[in-house]
């Protein structure tokens, strides 16, 4: 596709619950990050991937959260036994570096309720 | 650690103003800043990234600028129209690629 695709788009879960979250970079981007912003917290850095490595985890919050991309490509963040402070927009982005270049492109996002 | 802070926090411009958002930041060493909008419900939208090395970045109405020394970057917007009405974000990119968000300033352009 054009642009990073997420999905679902809303999911709405009960507390305790596991969740997976997934991101469709854009073609050709090596390069993939999630970022989680909820109300009161603006938005934050979770994990980033290098092809399907994670050099960066410094971001995940507790060890509920976990990352995984394959094939340098689709991206799935799961959330095991889900809190309502889990409650928050999370968001996926991809780039393609080049040199300093490293302009980061969003998806839509994935809107999580845990009721 | 980085902190960026954007202000105002919030804004309301009749149409047709320019209007200037602010940017700062604690630590110097980044290697780009990127402007982004993001609408009620929606991801974000890039607007404009300035490198490290780079002082300014123009696309169409909007004019960002960068001065690494005193920390700070402003995003100009000429002729401001209800459709620029959103909320701004500045980021910047330090080691490690990820980015660091600022608070945002929402604003709204009024016919």
């Known amino acids: 596709g054009a642009g990073v695709s997420q999905s679902p788009s809303n999911k709405v879960t009960e507390k305790g619950k596991d969740v997976e979250l997934r991101c469709d970079p854009i073609?050709?981007?090596?390069?993939l990050y999630w970022y989680r912003q909820s109300l009161g917290q603006g938005l934050e850095f979770l994990i980033y991937?290098?092809?399907?490595?994670?050099?960066?985890k410094s971001g995940l919050p507790s060890d509920r959260f976990s990352a995984e991309r394959t094939g340098g490509s689709v991206s799935t963040l799961t959330i095991q036994r889900t809190q309502q402070e889990d409650s928050a927009v999370y968001l996926c982005?991809?780039?393609?570096?080049?040199?300093?270049?490293?302009?980061?492109?969003f998806g839509p996002g994935t809107r999580l309720t845990v009721t | 650690k980085q902190e960026v802070t954007q202000i105002p926090a919030a804004l309301s411009v009749p149409e047709g103003e320019n209007l200037v958002l602010n940017c700062s930041f604690t630590?110097?060493?980044?290697?780009?800043l990127q402007w982004f909008r993001q609408d009620p419900g929606k991801g974000l939208t890039s607007l404009l990234l300035?490198?490290?090395?780079?002082r300014e970045q123009t696309s169409g109405r909007l004019n960002a600028s960068l001065d690494k020394s005193s920390g700070r970057s402003t995003l100009y917007i000429a002729a401001s129209q209800p459709g620029d009405s959103a909320t701004y974000l500045c980021?910047?990119?330090?080691?490690?690629?990820?980015?660091?968000f600022g608070t945002g300033t929402q604003l709204k352009v009024e016919l």
């Open positions: 630590d110097s060493a980044i290697y780009n």
């Open positions: 300035i490198q490290s090395s780079q």
């Open positions: 982005a991809s780039s393609h570096q080049t040199g300093e270049r490293y302009e980061q492109y």
């Open positions: 073609s050709g981007h090596t390069a």
């Open positions: 991937f290098q092809g399907n490595s994670a050099p960066d």
């Open positions: 980021a910047l990119t330090g080691g490690g690629n990820k980015l660091t």
